[in-house]
Structure formats: structure tokens, C-alpha cells
């Protein structure tokens, strides 16, 4: 006989502001083999937590049903607190009286209530077959895997490799460093962005712990928390790192001159073997195989004549290496969206002069194409009249993006500050929906840029168009009721941030879900906000959503400081609510070998005694430490050989049984 | 909804409007159009434009909009908009500012809206003080209401409330400096 008790929660009102706890409590003191019921205002609460403790004393407890909110909140609580006393954590069933009940018939008391009780007598029904489990140790690799090698996947390798543990860096891009060092200054101190992200780049490209690999990507993941094997193609650079100097005559000789500059927003040129940037680490060069012309027509060859230390090898090829990982730090970071494909009314891209941000910080940049001088992109001149245009993409759930993009207001405010900083008698106006600027001296750097005199019109630019050597912007003054008219020489959009292409892909790799608009979502918006659902899989900066370099390098740490504190065991407890194999009924047909998603069922062969005959016949076998209990071959199991411990089929039919009794 | 080019706003005008906040001792820029001086002022309901967008068309350069608004000449100055400002802004002293530079361009909105106070102070200079019998006339004259208030008259003449001599201050030079004072300060 088992003694179950069951302890009924309000949550505060709730759940006791719809269901009648007391009646519940009563009526659960009445179902079979219940031996204690009582109700509390907080059950997970300190106080709460020690009259479960006190009743397993008190009455000899050894299963026990919490009737309160759903078990992702509690179930974690709860299991921890058995796991100091007598009752094994796994003889516990959480009734959700709450998600199931409370919040979703706040219009009817009655039948909430009448719920609950059903709820409740599941619970005690499906406690009842409970069989306790136990936990296993598994070994911890202590490596890490960033992937992005951005500000935040920079700033999480380093913390976690300054910790004394190895960090290997993927990164899609030839460089490290990500946007960061494409940006002329950071707001709102106005500190230059490359002198502050340049040298971490270098400390990354420098530090005994720290592997960096560019032109990668991840391609395939097995494994599981500790013990990821991971799989990394290098994509051909063409240029043997071990043998470059990084002395750059290959591409001042380069004959391809004329291919955009991705890393100044194709303002200007470079070569097919390039550098992308001037501080890029590795600070070595990479050849374009789309635009040489010795991989594309097999003429010229120079950069291999000119090369001093023969480290130009056309033939190389895309390598993969697999490696083992303990945790992975997810950091895929963030695109601005191509507005020229959605708002035609802003000219779709036609216009040289209505630029993006981004450009506009190559423009600004010193490192630039001009050199910081602010000029348009169509014929040189300087502006005279600039308008800057907020939430472009943004805030347009029609068009781009529902969300806010949270950086714009401020980089807006930064863009108009600078512009009138360079030139004094330039025209600013900032069209604007709101201004949002919630950091620490944010708001500040907002009233100054608008004292330095740029005009902040409140209202969405409806309109640009051509007229002569100026664009014609419209928009409203929605502050004065006015439609307004600007003529404008440069127009910046500053556009919204979306996910890299490609982040949900990785994400999915590591069995990781993203939203609709492809950002990570994290394991618990505010709880766990830089875990994933998937243990051992962190994420950090704008792969989670839309933020500046403080919050970015904020999470970065933060996600770091959760590896490192993985990394200080040796070993973690696995997850005992695994498949379990019952040999006997076990035909050996193999389909849970290839349903199991986690390649953690294997057929063996086993010597049986059957009916008093000794047979050998091959049998399912579970890698506990592979197995995710996620019950897909439970499902599958044609002879019902797969059971789900803790989920058993036994104990989910005594639940439904429970509730079908009338 | 009118359109306005904000690339076509003349210099002169934005300097006019910059000329008028000078004068208030007031940094147009410092307004962040939050409307809690419209929200508390008594008399908005019965402006044009309330202070908040007075403020706006000077912010932008609109000068003539704001020289032709009914507001500054309804503006009480009860101060209680400068008082409440966030950012500080002396609003009525902007109100007094754009009702000053209306009337000097001959845009003013109300057509008898200075006559009373031009009166009343022209009396105040002359004789140190006001003398409400000349005053009343004086404005039933200059405002074309001729009639306005003679019910009264006989009872309050009557009671003593009013005389029909003038009265005047001992020290008038005194008076006369003050006025001096304030007038060299207006144009400073």
C-alpha cells in the first residue's frame, strides 16, 4: 500500500481566486491510499517546502502529489526538495491546477473547481504506479563551442577561456569581429568602435586557449550535454594559414579589382584574394573562387608568383573535422533586413542616396571608403540636408517586422548627432514613431543630439522621391498636425535587425527551437534567459533577439559564466526518465533504432531463455545517456516492448482510467 | 491636413522664432512636446492652439502661425505652465514674447485684445495709477462697445464706488521710472 500525500497551492489568488482549494484538498483526502491532504498559499515557497517535508515525516509519505501550477515552472522545485528527504524525487506528480485550470476558466468557479479535483485524482492515480528512478553521472567534456565570432561570441570565448577551458570559435565569416568593427562610434559614450573591438579580436586570435575557425560552419551534431560531436566544415581558403605571412602582395597584385566591398556596403571595391578588412584576425587573406579568375577560367595565377612564401594553394578543398564539445554557445547574430524588396515607396533600392545605417557607417567610418568624410554615395558632395528615418522595417508588422528593434533610436540619435558634428550647418530631421531609449545615459544622449539641433518629426516618411539633385521626403508632424515635406540631399534608413540566415538551421542542429522571425528562444524568458531548451546549448547577443553591444556583451558573459559553471563539475546527473526496454517482449525488428532521433537505441545481440529454451536473437538497448525521454519509440513499439520510465503506459492509463470513472 | 516644406521655411523666420525664445530666455530645443503645460492651462480650451503647439511652430520655424495664434492673447500668464514644466521652460514667458512680436507685426488675431492693456497702461504711466471711470470709457471708446457696462454706472456712482475726479500718485516721477525701467529691459 502506497501513502500518497497531496498538497493543494493557491499560487496567491491564482488559483485559489477561481478554485475552491479547500474542497480539493477535502476531496483528495478521500481518494485511495491518500493519506495526507492539505492546502497552502505558497507551496513553493520556503515555508510552503517545509510542511511537504514536515508531512513525509509526520505521516510516512513515500509518494506525492503537488497540486499547483504547470510542472516547466515547479517540477524542478519540488524534485529537489524530495531529493532531501525519503520520498525518491521521481514519486512525484505535479497536477496543474493553474495553466490547465485557473487561467483558463476564471469565468466558471464551479467547473474549475470540479477540475481541479479531476486533476487531482489523475495525479493521485498515476502517482500511484510511480517506481522510483535514479539518476547517472555523465562525464564533462571541458570544451567549448562558440558559434559566431561576433562581440558576443568573442566575448563569451574569452571568459570562458580565461576560466582555464579550451573555446573553439566557428565563424561563417572570413574575419572575427562581426558588425562591431564595421561601426564608426558606439553610443552613447561616442567611444571608436573598432579601438575597442579590434583588440579583443586580437586577444581572441592570440589566446592559448582559444581556436579560432573562419570560413566554417557547423554541419552535424550528435551527442548530448557534455559530450556533443560536432562536425565543422572549413570552407576552402585557398591560402595555406600555416605558410602566410599575412604580407599583402598577393592582393595588391590581384588583377580582379572591381568586386563590391562587402565590408563597406559595396561603396567601394576590392580584389578577388582579399583581407576583409585592414585589423581582420586572422589577419590573413582568403581568395574569392566566385571572382578568380585561376579558379574560374584557370588563367592568371599571379598571387601564387607573387607570393614569397608559396602559401597559395588552388587546389584546396572544403574540410570537415569532428571534435567533442561539453557545452556550445550559441551567437549567430543578426542581419539588417532588405528593405530595398519591401518599401518601394522609399525608392526599393533605387536611389544611391537612401542608404541604410550601415552604410552610413561606412561613410562616417575614418577606416572608409571617404575616410569619414560624410558624402553621398551618388556624386561626392557633401549634404546639406539629411533626413534620418526610424523603424523601417520595424514596428511594421505588414511589411517587415512586429518587433522593436531596440538599437535604432539610439544608432538614429548617434547618426544625427555626428552628422551636425561634421557638418555645422547641415539640415537634420529625424522621422520617428517613438523614441526609445531605456539605458543608462541613453535618454541624455537623445535631448543632446536634438539640442545639437536635429529636428525630431513624429511620424512615419510615407514617401521619397527624385526631384532634381534632391530627394522630396514625406511625412507628418503628427506633433502639430501637419503633413510635412523635407528636401533632402541623403536619406538614412535605419532598418531593423532580423536573424542571420541560416541561425534557425543551427539552431535546429542542436535541437534548438527559434521563433517565428527565427531569433533563439531562450529556456525561460526571465528565469533562464541565456539557456536554451536544450541542456548544454547557451545563447548570447542578438541570436536572441534585438540588442546593443552593452546588453550583448552582458549576455555574453552571463552565458559564459553558466558554461564555466558546468565546466566546474566533473560529471552531471542525467536524466533518469529515459526508454526502457523490456527484452522479453522485444522482437528485434529494429524500427526504434531509426526512430530515435537522438541515435540512442542500438540492437545486440543477447543470449534469452524463452520458454525454457536458450535462444540468441538481437534486442533493443537504450544509451541512457544518449536517451532524451522524449518517447518517440514508445510510440513506434509494435509489440510494446518500449516503456517511458516515469511515463510508463501502465501509468497513463491508470490516469485516464481515473478520469473515466464517473 | 496642410502641407508644410520644412526645407522652404525662410532663415528669417527661423530666426525670428529663435529671436523670440532669446527674449523669453527659453531653448526651444528643450521641449519634448510632453503637453503637460496645455493639460493644466486654464484657458486652452478656448485657444486655437494650445501653448504645447505654440511652442512646436516655433520649433520649426512656422513663425506666422504662431504670431496669428488666439492663444497668446488669451494666455492668462498664471505661470501655472512654467511652473509644471519638466523641462523647465518658461512657457509664459514665450506666450508674452509671441504677443509681443504679434502685435509688432501687426498679426494679432484678436482685433481688441490690446486695446484694454494698452490703455491701462498708458494710464498708469500718466497718472501712477488707474482710475477705472476713465479707463471703462476710455475702452467702450477705442473698442467701439459704447455701451458697454453704463447699466452700472449710475449705482456705482451712487454708492461712491466710482468718482468722477481723476486721481494720482504724490511721487509720479517715481512711477515714470519704473515704466522707463521696464521698457529699456524689453528691448535688451
Redesign the interface.
Known amino acids: 500500500m502506497s501513502r500518497i500525500g497531496v498538497f493543494v497551492c493557491h499560487c496567491g489568488s491564482n488559483i485559489g481566486g477561481v478554485v475552491d482549494c479547500p474542497a480539493v484538498r477535502d476531496y483528495a483526502a478521500t481518494l485511495p491510499n491518500v493519506v495526507h491532504a492539505e492546502d497552502n498559499k505558497y507551496t513553493c515557497s520556503d515555508p510552503g517546502q517545509a510542511k511537504i517535508r514536515q508531512a513525509i515525516e509526520d505521516y510516512d509519505l513515500d509518494r506525492i502529489v503537488v497540486a499547483a501550477c504547470s510542472p516547466r515552472m515547479h517540477e524542478p522545485t519540488w524534485r529537489a526538495l524530495l531529493s532531501h528527504t525519503k520520498v525518491n524525487p521521481y514519486m512525484l506528480e505535479v497536477a496543474n491546477l493553474r495553466e490547465h485550470d485557473s487561467w483558463v476558466h476564471a469565468d466558471n468557479k464551479e467547473a474549475a473547481t470540479e477540475k481541479a479535483k479531476d486533476l487531482v485524482k489523475m495525479a493521485v492515480a498515476k502517482v500511484d504506479h510511480a517506481i522510483p528512478l535514479y539518476t547517472q553521472q555523465i562525464p564533462v567534456n571541458k570544451k567549448a563551442l562558440i558559434i559566431g565570432g561576433g562581440i558576443a561570441g568573442m566575448q563569451a570565448a574569452l571568459d570562458i577561456a580565461d576560466a582555464g577551458y579550451k573555446v573553439t570559435i566557428v565563424e561563417r565569416k572570413a574575419t572575427l569581429g562581426g558588425k562591431m568593427p564595421m561601426l564608426d562610434k558606439t553610443f552613447p559614450t561616442m567611444d571608436c568602435s573598432a579601438c575597442i573591438c579590434t583588440p579583443k579580436m586580437s586577444e581572441v586570435g592570440n589566446h592559448p586557449n582559444i581556436t579560432v575557425k573562419t570560413l566554417s560552419e557547423v554541419t552535424k551534431v550528435e551527442g548530448y550535454v557534455g559530450n556533443f560531436e560536432i562536425t565543422i566544415k572549413e570552407h576552402a581558403k585557398y591560402v595555406d594559414y600555416d605558410k602566410c605571412t599575412g604580407c599583402g602582395l598577393c592582393t595588391t597584385k590581384c588583377p580582379s579589382k572591381k568586386i563590391p566591398n562587402e565590408w563597406n556596403q559595396g561603396l567601394d571595391n576590392r580584389t578577388a584574394i582579399h583581407k576583409v578588412f585592414e585589423q581582420a584576425v586572422p589577419s590573413k587573406p582568403v581568395i574569392d573562387a566566385d571572382h578568380c579568375l585561376k579558379l574560374t577560367r584557370d588563367k592568371c595565377g599571379v598571387c601564387a608568383k607573387v607570393c614569397p612564401t608559396g602559401a597559395i594553394n588552388y587546389e584546396d578543398v572544403d574540410r570537415e573535422t569532428t571534435e567533442t564539445f561539453g557545452a556550445v554557445v550559441l551567437a549567430t547574430g543578426y542581419e539588417l533586413i532588405k528593405w530595398e524588396d519591401l518599401y518601394p515607396e522609399y525608392g526599393g533600392g533605387a536611389y544611391p542616396d537612401v542608404i541604410d545605417g550601415l552604410h552610413f557607417e561606412r561613410i562616417i567610418n575614418a577606416s572608409g571608403p571617404s575616410e569619414g568624410r560624410i558624402v553621398r554615395p551618388s556624386d561626392g558632395k557633401e549634404p546639406k540636408?539629411v533626413v534620418i528615418v526610424k523603424c523601417v522595417g520595424s514596428r511594421d508588422p505588414n511589411k517587415g517586422k512586429a518587433y522593436c528593434s531596440r538599437a535604432c533610436c539610439m544608432y538614429g540619435a548617434k547618426h544625427a548627432h555626428q552628422i551636425i558634428e561634421h557638418i555645422p550647418d547641415c539640415?537634420v530631421?529625424v522621422f520617428y514613431m517613438d523614441v526609445r531609449t531605456p539605458g543608462k545615459n541613453y535618454d541624455e544622449f537623445y535631448?543632446q543630439a536634438?539640442?545639437d539641433?536635429a529636428?525630431y518629426?513624429?511620424g512615419r516618411v510615407s514617401k521619397i522621391y527624385k526631384e532634381g539633385d534632391h530627394y522630396v521626403v514625406w511625412g507628418?508632424?503628427t506633433?502639430?498636425?501637419?503633413?510635412?515635406?523635407?528636401?533632402?540631399d541623403m536619406v538614412i534608413l535605419e532598418t531593423a535587425m532580423v536573424a542571420a540566415p541560416g541561425a534557425t538551421e543551427t539552431a535546429m542542429l542542436f535541437g534548438v527551437q527559434t521563433d517565428k522571425d527565427d531569433w533563439i528562444i531562450e529556456a525561460h524568458p526571465k528565469l533562464r534567459p541565456v539557456e536554451t531548451a536544450s541542456r548544454g546549448v547557451y545563447l548570447a547577443g542578438v541570436a536572441q533577439g534585438p540588442k546593443d553591444i552593452p546588453d550583448t556583451v552582458a549576455q555574453a558573459g552571463a552565458a559564459a559564466s553558466k558554461v564555466i559553471g558546468m565546466f566546474s563539475h566533473d560529471s552531471l546527473e542525467s536524466n533518469p526518465q529515459i526508454s526502457n526496454v523490456d527484452i522479453a517482449k522485444c522482437s528485434g525488428c529494429g524500427t526504434c533504432v531509426h526512430i530515435c532521433p537522438y541515435g540512442a537505441i542500438s540492437l545486440v545481440e543477447k543470449h534469452l531463455r524463452e520458454n525454457s529454451v536458450k535462444v540468441t536473437r538481437d534486442v533493443a538497448q537504450v544509451n541512457p545517456a544518449l536517451c532524451q525521454g522524449c518517447g518517440a519509440c514508445t510510440v513506434a513499439c509494435k509489440p510494446g516492448a518500449l516503456d517511458l520510465l516515469g511515463y510508463s503506459d501502465k501509468s497513463i492509463m491508470e490516469e485516464v482510467d481515473a478520469l473515466c470513472q464517473w | 491636413?496642410?502641407?508644410?516644406?520644412?526645407?522652404?521655411v525662410s532663415p528669417d523666420a527661423r530666426a525670428a522664432c529663435a529671436e523670440i525664445a532669446r527674449k523669453a530666455d527659453v531653448?526651444l530645443?528643450?521641449c519634448?512636446?510632453c503637453g503637460k503645460c496645455s493639460a493644466g492651462c486654464p484657458m486652452s480650451e478656448d485657444m486655437d492652439l494650445p501653448p504645447?503647439?505654440v511652442i512646436?511652430?516655433l520649433?520649426?520655424g512656422?513663425l506666422d502661425e504662431a504670431l496669428s495664434a488666439s492663444s497668446p492673447w488669451l494666455c492668462a500668464q498664471c505661470q501655472v505652465c512654467s511652473v509644471r514644466c519638466p523641462q523647465g521652460i518658461d512657457i509664459t514667458g514665450i506666450m508674452r514674447e509671441v504677443r509681443r512680436a504679434s502685435k509688432a507685426a501687426g498679426k494679432r488675431s484678436l482685433p481688441e485684445s490690446d486695446v484694454f492693456e494698452d490703455l491701462f497702461l498708458k494710464k498708469v504711466k500718466k497718472k501712477g495709477r488707474s482710475n477705472e471711470q476713465y479707463l471703462a470709457a476710455s475702452y467702450n471708446m477705442s473698442s467701439g462697445h459704447l455701451m458697454q457696462d453704463m447699466g452700472s454706472a449710475p449705482k456705482m456712482l451712487s454708492k461712491g464706488l466710482v468718482g468722477v475726479k481723476a486721481q494720482s500718485v504724490r511721487d509720479i516721477d517715481a512711477v515714470r521710472k519704473i515704466f522707463e525701467k521696464c521698457e529699456e529691459g524689453r528691448d535688451a
Do not use: P, W
Open positions: 540636408s539640415k530631421y535631448m536634438k539640442n539641433g529636428c518629426l513624429r507628418a508632424d506633433i502639430s498636425g501637419a503633413k510635412v515635406e523635407v528636401n533632402a | 491636413m496642410h502641407t508644410v516644406n520644412l526645407s522652404n531653448n530645443r528643450d519634448y512636446q504645447r503647439q512646436r511652430k520649433q520649426l512656422l
